[in-house]
Each structure stands twice: as C-alpha cells, then as structure tokens.
C-alpha cells in the first residue's frame, strides 16, 4: 500500500476528480481545491462514475476508501498533504502562480506533480524556489482506470523525487513511465496528435465522416494497439523476418508526398461545427455520461480480458489485483499475531452495490465469491501465497457446500471466519462463516475441500513441508473447537 495517506488535488474538473477517484480508491484521503461553485457536483458525478468502474475492474477486495472532501481553500486543501496532484487549467501563468502559492504552504519534501498534458516541467518550474521537487506526471482519461502516467523530469528535477512518484504511481495500481528527456507533448500526446492532425484533414476534405474515422481505429488499429504498440504490430507484420523485412518494404512509402503531418487545417467555425454535429450524430442521442459509463464497461472488459494472458495493461491490473490481496491477507503465517484457538478471521470486505440482485440482497454468486476471497487468505496465512504458486504449487478446490443463512444489502461491511476442519499433506479441509460487521449476523456458511496441485504436472501432490506444518498447526489448535453443526450435510438435509 502506499505509504501516502493523505493527497492533494489541485483542480476538480475531469482529470482531477478522477485523480482524486484513483487515490480514494486506494484508501488515500484526499481534498479537492477549486474555486467553481459547480465543482462538488461535478467531483461527486466523476466519483459515483469511478466507484462503479472501479468495483467491476477487479475481484479483488478494494478495502478502505479514502475520504473525498472539495474546497475552495488551498490552505485547507493541502494542510496535511504528503502528494500533491496539479490539474488546474492549462495556462502556464497559472500554473506557476499555484505552484509559488503551494510551495509556501508546504513543507520542501512534498513532491508536485503536474497533469500538464503538454508544458515541459522545466517552464513549469520557472520562478520556484524549489523547482527539484516538480515534475510531470501526466495521465490519461479515465485515469481511475487507464494505468499509464507519463512521469517527465526535467533536468533540475531531483532523482529522488522521480523514483518517488514512481513508486507511489505505481502502488495506485498504473503504469509509469518516464520519459527520458523532457519534450513538448511528451510521448503519447505526440503520437496522438499525429493521428489527430490526419483525421482533421479527412474531415475538413470530406473523405470521411467521424463516425467513419473512428470507425477505421476501433474496428482495426485500435483494437491491436489495446495490446501490443505501434513497433511490436509492424515487427509482426513483417512475417518471419520481422521488422527488416516491414521496413524493407514499407518503409519507401514514408517518404511519399501524401502525408499532412506537418499541417492542420484552419479551424474555422465551419469546421469546428461540421466536426460537432459529427459527432452529436455519432452519439445517436447517448449523453456524455451515458458515454463515459459505455467507455468505462469497454475498458474493464478488454482490460479483463488481457488480465488472462498478463499482457500490456492486463498485466498491470493483475499486478495491482496480486497487491490488493496482499492488503487483505496476512503477511505472514505468524501463530503469535493470531489466536490459534479461535476460528481465523482473515478476510474483510464491503458488499458491493454490483453484487447485489433485484432485491438490494447480495447474490448467490457473490457468496462463493466471498468464501473464494477468505479461502485465498487462509493460503498465503499459510504460506501459500503468490510467490508459491509462482513456483508451479497452489491449492485447487475439489468440492463446495454452501449454507445461506440471512439476507446483507449493498455497502454492508462483511467478514469471514475460517476454521480448519482437517488437514493432511495433500488436502485443506476449510469451514467459513460469513458475518455482517455491522451487527455479527451469520450469513452464511461454507465448506470447502482442497487438494494440493502441482500446477505443471496438473496433478494432485504433496505441499511443501513448511505449508503442511504451518496448515497442520493451526488444524491441530482447532481440534479442540465445537465441530460446526452444518459441516459434512448434503444438499436438503433438516436445519440443525
């Protein structure tokens, strides 16, 4: 987790607030400052936008959300704050004034990044008094779901300071990347634009519509480039001889006159309104949020999908899933944090409105969901944790019983406790309880039998000797347990 516990967002609009979603996310409290009367509105719709994306990014368990709180006092926005996130408007002289107003109410080791989407920090830093501690780190929208951030130093930026938002950007759960020499733009801006310029062209020349242009990325370019770049597609176009062979052929058409790179037309009123009724026809009715809910489902399921593979942006949300775990789970299989002789409880989680059916109750799926989530946690107490099944071994669940036993509405906090039924070299016996932490209501059981794997040979084997002594311990402290009265019944059995 992030050793920030609280930020500061530096502007409410729409990258901002989804900063401020980001941080939130990953239990960071953080104050919004931005003087438009508008703005809790506008934060607090970019907020219930986040949240609902964000709980379907992941199965994993969020944990605590950090406060969100907006003002229009910077003092009040920054009292407190170990990382500070500029999104103001992007004009420089702005910019600067800010940055002079922070650094005289901060503390000098409290990095500044900027959102800038196009000035190089050293402009930015014109006039500070200490300018080592401002860099870029630039995000891209939605950024409570798109993990890069292009981190831009400039040569008066100090390392330490880099390697800083680095690390903190990552345990967000994002991409950084550091671009090596400050540049107008950046990387991804720049490579952007160059599209940009192109598609202006075919719409001010009526060769296509937007509607037709999009078309041309989403149904082809765009769909590659969701998982491998720019190179990595050509280098693969190439055939078996790969990016030589691509240049070797293709590579004389870059010097045709057709391109308009270096030009854009003018944008006239014309153009500008040609370009918005476009896209109004595009939207066939859909509103901007309405828009941004479909963007967001889109992006969870690609992302998802390359998740599978831990490939591109998949391998970063199963980096962040694997460290949101880590939070839930123990971090060791230390008898002296836990007390042996009562049933574990290892696994804490909120239900999410997502989860729920028509009745506002948690579903059934969400149940086995939740006892997977405990079970999980019971592994890595264990010692069977993401190192150890990196090295090829896991547990597999061989069968399942499920008791429902009360009704738990949506943003109910839950918990599980987990007793050790049996235990033996190639088998975990488990018995999950799960409670509404608001009043201690059971909800449910769940019994669970789980054979030890190994995950290349696909067959059941014996666990390392130090996981069979850490799950025998705790087996043999819950010996003395009452056994549950609804373990071992079969599907229909009379209610103890």
Known sequence: MSAVEKAACIGGGVIGAAWAARFSANGIDVVVVDPDPEAPRKVDEVMRLARRAQSKLTLAPLGRQGSVRVTTDLAEALAGAQFIQEAAPERIELKRRLFADIEALVPQDVVIASSTSGYKPS????????????????????????????????????????????????????????????????IADRLMEALWREALWLVHDDIATAAEIDDAIRYGCGLRWAQMGTFQVFNIAGGEAGMRHFMAQFGPALKWPWTKLMDTPEMTDELVEKIAVQ?????????????????????????????????????????????????????????????????????????????????????????????????????????????YIAAGRSYFTGETHIIHKDEVQALEPIYVTTQVLGADDKRMHLFHRLYNGRNDTLLATGEHMLLHVDLKARRVTPAAPEVEARLRAVAEAHAALPRPAEAGRHVGAPRA
């Open 123 to 186: 402009d930015l830093q014109e006039g500070m008094r200490n300018p080592e501690r401002l860099l870029v780190g630039h995000p891209f929208n939605p950024v409570y779901l798109l993990p890069l951030v292009e981190i831009v130093p400039s040569p008066a930026t100090a390392l330490a300071v880099t390697a800083t938002a680095k690390s903190f950007y990552a345990s967000l759960g994002m991409h950084p990347l550091v671009v090596r020499k400050e540049i107008d733009a950046f």
């Open 279 to 387: 896209c109004e026809e595009q939207a066939a009715g859909l509103s901007i949020r309405e828009l941004e809910r479909i963007r967001d489902d889109n992006l969870i399921a690609i992302m998802q999908s390359l998740r599978q593979n831990r490939w591109g942006a998949g391998r970063t949300l199963s980096e962040y899933e694997a460290s949101l775990l880590a939070r839930t789970h123990a971090s060791a299989p230390d008898a002296g944090s836990h007390d042996l002789s009562r049933p574990l409880r290892l696994y804490e989680d909120q239900v999410r409105p997502e989860w729920t059916d028509y009745n506002n109750h948690m579903n059934e799926s969400r149940y086995l969901e939740t006892f997977t989530n405990a079970t999980d946690a019971m592994m890595h107490f264990v010692g069977a944790d993401d190192s």
